[in-house]
């Protein structure tokens, strides 16, 4: 977050890196699907286009906001004080609705109903598994990375989903914004929204667990030096 830029840009800087990011997630997902009948081959072009778009994303955008784009990420800098708590609820707010906001426009670009609910089965304890990992190991990305190559972080978080979006059964959502997002499409990329909640506790554990651990790894003054 940039201080020199009003409250007012930080949330429109976020609401619309979440909503790019959201219609990037979705109609590469659409597109895939449409283009192939094989899942690994649509799941791939998901990918690239999801992590490309992050790259994007933040090297633009993280000068204004920080670039968060995710609630946990949020949750995360404001605990380390690097986000007002005054802010954190507005910056959510606005990363969840531009996510809701990219779900419409990518039905909307591909013709679909705007408005649809997911019946893609994303439940177990494998999956929130995945969750946690996939959070712990993005929060934890991105700690490492302004510890010691703040330049590269983009490309960090970009390569860090790509790669787990192969290496994890959930697909890597790490995200709550975009978990909700994603349950409003009946598409490649959808979750149940019944399925949710235990996504949004798993990131959120998966984003706590990683906070300590890099307080500790990483010898960050304000931890313990244990």
Same mark, same amino acid.
């Given at each position: 977050?940039?201080?020199?830029?009003?409250?007012?840009?930080?949330?429109?800087?976020?609401?619309?890196?979440?909503?790019?990011?959201?219609?990037?997630?979705?109609?590469?997902?659409?597109?895939?699907?449409?283009?192939?009948?094989?899942?690994?081959?649509?799941?791939?072009?998901?990918?690239?286009?999801?992590?490309?778009?992050?790259?994007?994303?933040?090297?633009?955008?993280?000068?204004?906001?920080?670039?968060?784009?995710?609630?946990?990420?949020?949750?995360?800098?404001?605990?380390?004080?690097?986000?007002?708590?005054?802010?954190?609820?507005?910056?959510?707010?606005?990363?969840?609705?531009?996510?809701?906001?990219?779900?419409?426009?990518?039905?909307?670009?591909?013709?679909?109903?705007?408005?649809?609910?997911?019946?893609?089965?994303?439940?177990? $304890?494998?999956?929130?598994?995945?969750?946690?990992?996939?959070?712990? $190991?993005?929060?934890?990305?991105?700690?490492?990375?302004?510890?010691?190559?703040?330049?590269?972080?983009?490309?960090?978080?970009?390569?860090?989903?790509?790669?787990?979006?192969?290496?994890?059964?959930?697909?890597?959502?790490?995200?709550?914004?975009?978990?909700?997002?994603?349950?409003?499409?009946?598409?490649?990329?959808?979750?149940?929204?019944?399925?949710?909640?235990?996504?949004?506790?798993?990131?959120?554990? $998966?984003?706590?667990?990683?906070?300590?651990?890099?307080?500790?790894?990483?010898?960050?003054?304000?931890?313990?030096?244990?």
């Amino acid at each position: 977050m940039n201080a020199a830029f009003p409250l007012s840009r930080q949330l429109t800087a976020e609401a619309l890196g979440t909503l790019l990011l959201v219609a990037t997630v979705v109609g590469s997902g659409i597109m895939a699907d449409s283009l192939t009948d094989d899942t690994a081959l649509a799941l791939l072009g998901n990918t690239l286009a999801t992590g490309a778009i992050l790259v994007v994303l933040i090297t633009i955008l993280g000068p204004i906001s920080g670039a968060h784009f995710n609630p946990v990420v949020s949750m995360i800098f404001a605990i380390r004080r690097e986000l007002p708590s005054s802010s954190l609820a507005l910056y959510i707010t606005a990363q969840v609705l531009g996510g809701i906001a990219g779900t419409v426009l990518a039905h909307g670009m591909f013709a679909l109903p705007l408005l649809q609910t997911s019946e893609t089965v994303r439940f177990g $304890g494998a999956q929130w598994l995945s969750e946690a990992t996939a959070t712990f $190991g993005l929060i934890f990305t991105i700690l490492a990375g302004i510890r010691f190559r703040t330049d590269a972080v983009a490309w960090l978080v970009g390569l860090y989903i790509t790669a787990a979006y192969w290496f994890t059964a959930s697909t890597a959502f790490a995200n709550p914004a975009v978990a909700i997002a994603r349950s409003l499409t009946h598409t490649f990329s959808g979750i149940r929204p019944t399925d949710l909640p235990g996504f949004i506790v798993a990131e959120i554990l $998966g984003a706590l667990l990683a906070l300590i651990f890099a307080g500790w790894l990483l010898m960050r003054r304000d931890w313990s030096n244990a």
